[in-house]
T-cell receptor, first 115, second 114 residues
Framework: GAGVSQSPRYKVAKRGQDVALRCDPI?????LFWYQQALGQGPEFLTY????????KSGLPSDRFFAERPEGSVSTLKIQRTQQEDSAVYLC?????????????FGPGTRLTVL | SQKIEQNSEALNIQEGKTATLTCNYT??????LQWYRQDPGRGPVFLLL?????KEKRKERLKVTFDTTLKQSLFHITASQPADSATYLC?????????????FGTGTRLLVSP
């Protein structure tokens, strides 16, 4: 595709519900990143994939957060038993990967509101 | 722990002037630093990357400097336009494993008035 897409753009969940957020990176991009952005803050790293391998998940806030990229393209971030503190914008980014240093291409984000 | 500071207050300037935004960091020596623009309701957009061995980088009306001794980067927009109004984020690469692990500042909001 022309850019990184994310769906849904907005998600409202009741506390305790599970949610799944989808990211479609730029076609052919090897590296995929998830970030969490609270209001008025910069994005915070959650996890990183190189193809289907999750190489770093050190930023995931708790074991309620789970991310996958089974075929090395589309990725899903799942949050189980959502809490109010999970309310934030979840951003996905991708880069071509491999050798070299890249600027990251971000999607528009999914705004999650937990009531 | 790593700390990245950007002016939390909005920067208000008049059209045509040069905007200068500051990014200061502590406790790390990043190999490079990136600047992004973010508009409300949108994801960040990559603008410029500068490496530790580069003092200055330019792209059209944008200029970035990187002083590893002062642990500071300055981001300049010359001949600013109202369309430049946005939040600007700096980001450092914190990974030493070969992939990017960016740590972002909180961003500085720039308002350019006609």
């Amino acid at each position: 595709g022309a850019g990184v897409s994310q769906s849904p753009r907005y998600k409202v969940a009741k506390r305790g519900q599970d949610v799944a957020l989808r990211c479609d990176p730029i076609s052919g991009h090897v590296s995929l990143f998830w970030y969490q952005q609270a209001l008025g803050q910069g994005p915070e790293f959650l996890t990183y994939f190189q193809n289907e391998a999750q190489l770093d998940k050190s930023g995931l806030p708790s074991d309620r957060f789970f991310a996958e990229r089974p075929e090395g393209s589309v990725s899903t971030l799942k949050i189980q038993r959502t809490q109010q503190e999970d309310s934030a914008v979840y951003l996905c980014a991708s880069t071509p990967g491999g050798q070299g240093v890249w600027g990251q291409f971000f999607g528009p984000g999914t705004r999650l509101t937990v009531l | 722990s790593q700390k990245i500071e950007q002016n939390s207050e909005a920067l208000n300037i008049q059209e045509g002037k040069t905007a200068t935004l500051t990014c200061n960091y502590t406790n790390y020596s990043p190999a490079y630093l990136q600047w992004y623009r973010q508009d409300p309701g949108r994801g960040p957009v990559f603008l410029l990357l500068i490496r530790e061995n580069e003092k200055e980088k330019r792209k059209e009306r944008l200029k970035v400097t990187f002083d590893t001794t002062l642990k500071q980067s300055l981001f300049h927009i010359t001949a600013s336009q109202p369309a430049d109004s946005a939040t600007y984020l700096c980001a450092l690469d914190m990974s030493n494993t070969g992939f990017q692990k960016l740590v972002f500042g909180t961003g500085t909001r720039l308002l350019v008035s006609p």
